[in-house]
């Protein structure tokens, strides 16, 4: 990334991409997101540890607007892996408290991804393997819509009844009241990647013949009671956001035209931003990577839909961020491995959008121009 310098006399360039956003009674500082990241990280517990402090810390004094936890599971079955981040007892909440006000203080919105894997759970951290994780290992049997494992080395999911589909709103419900209990204050409830609430949208993984699977109407029932009880239980000041996969990249699969009509859905009951991503459903499919290639469909569910959106996806550069978000494609953007390479990207953007951002007092002697050494 270029650096930019302007003199001390010069007047602040407009930038787009750091113009507030104000969502309910939250205001962000900019449009710089941290996409949530799984770590992988806990200790088969579900507990925030330090590396979470750390890792979502660096982002709140790189100058981000807003910073996501990882997915953060609803109960423990509803994790990818032992080792990720849980919030279903109120020794969770206690974990996380501390790095949801470490963030506030330091000038980003703490926010908070809400998860089930479905039948993508009980498999390990991505450097350990691919297989599925048994149960002396600390695996257990996933659930899902439908008996079908997302991949040869995946666990055959068990399909839900009707007992277990109630419950997991009640999850979703009570990690809701948990995560403002511990100071975040955005919630994204992850609709996206192949977890258990896309799984319903999608007809590839959702076969059910009574009323949670078949025509649109039946496959959205139980995504949008999640949704509309969310809501319900999230104070009505505090913004709430859902990441979608706007296509399964797949024939006969989930696509943006029924993402279009979920998220207007979703808009009609309280949702208040749609983070615009893709596929996760379908194993083996690659979809066309090109940088910003999620984009278009950002563009298109904000247009059609008449919701806010968030753009995501090899989105790397700062002129192209700003490019974003001056066109109106997106109200903001979300970041995942730029930002691992750099937890600073938003100061640095800033710099090379030629924009006047604070910096952390304490790396004030680090900005661009230099101050002369004490
Ligand atoms: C290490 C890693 C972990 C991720 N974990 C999550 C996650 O917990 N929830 C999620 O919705 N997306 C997750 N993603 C996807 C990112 O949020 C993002 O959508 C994707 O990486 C594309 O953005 P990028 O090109 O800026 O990395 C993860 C990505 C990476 C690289």
């Known amino acids: 990334m270029s650096h930019a310098h302007r003199s001390k006399d010069a007047p602040p360039t407009e930038s787009h991409l750091f113009s507030p956003l104000r969502l309910r009674s939250v205001t962000f500082k900019n449009r710089v997101f941290v996409s949530p990241m799984c770590q992988y990280s806990c200790d088969h517990d579900g507990l925030a540890a330090p590396w979470h402090q750390v890792h979502l810390g660096r982002f709140a004094l790189g100058g981000a607007a807003l910073v996501f936890t990882e997915a953060t599971a609803v109960s423990p079955e509803g994790r990818i892996s032992p080792n990720d981040l849980g919030l279903w007892s109120d020794a969770h ?7 949801a006000h470490f ?8 926010g908070i991804q809400l998860a089930h894997a479905g039948r993508k759970a009980s498999t390990p951290a991505p450097w350990v393997g691919a297989h599925r994780v048994d149960a002396e290992h600390g695996g257990w049997e996933p659930v899902a819509p439908s008996p079908l494992a997302f991949s040869p080395t995946h666990p055959r999911p068990a399909a839900l009844d009707a007992m277990g589909i109630g419950e997991v709103v009640n999850q979703f419900v009570a990690a809701t009241a948990r995560a403002h209990d511990a100071g975040f204050e955005v919630i994204e409830l992850h609709l996206a990647h192949g977890y258990l609430l896309h799984q319903f949208l999608s007809p590839l993984s959702n076969q059910r013949e009574d009323s949670w699977g078949g025509d649109f109407t039946h496959r959205t029932t139980l995504p949008l009671a999640v949704v509309a009880a969310v809501r319900d239980a999230w ?3 505090l913004p709430l956001f859902v990441r979608l996969s706007a296509t399964d990249w797949a024939d006969g699969g989930w696509d943006l035209p029924q993402s279009i009509r979920f998220a207007a859905m ?8 749609v983070d615009c991503s893709s ?13 910003g290639y999620q984009v278009p469909f950002a563009e298109a569910i904000k247009r059609e839909a008449g919701v806010a959106t968030g753009a995501v996806g090899l989105i790397t550069e700062a002129s192209q ?9 997106a109200d903001a953007v979300f970041i995942a491995r730029a930002m691992l390479r750099d937890p600073n990207w ?13 910096w952390p007092v304490q790396f004030e002697r680090a900005k661009h121009p230099p101050s002369p050494p004490r």
């Open 235 to 237: 104070p009505a000041h």
């Open 279 to 291: 596929g996760g459903l379908v194993a083996g499919v690659t979809p066309p990577l090109a940088p």
């Open 321 to 329: 961020a700003e490019e974003i978000i001056a066109s109106g494609s």
């Open 266 to 273: 979703l808009q009609a009951l309280g949702v208040d931003l």
């Open 103 to 110: 963030l506030k203080a330091h000038g980003a919105v703490p």
């Open 346 to 358: 938003a100061l640095h953007a800033a710099e090379a959008l030629g924009v006047d951002v604070a």
């Open 93 to 99: 909440t206690k974990a996380l408290r501390p790095i």
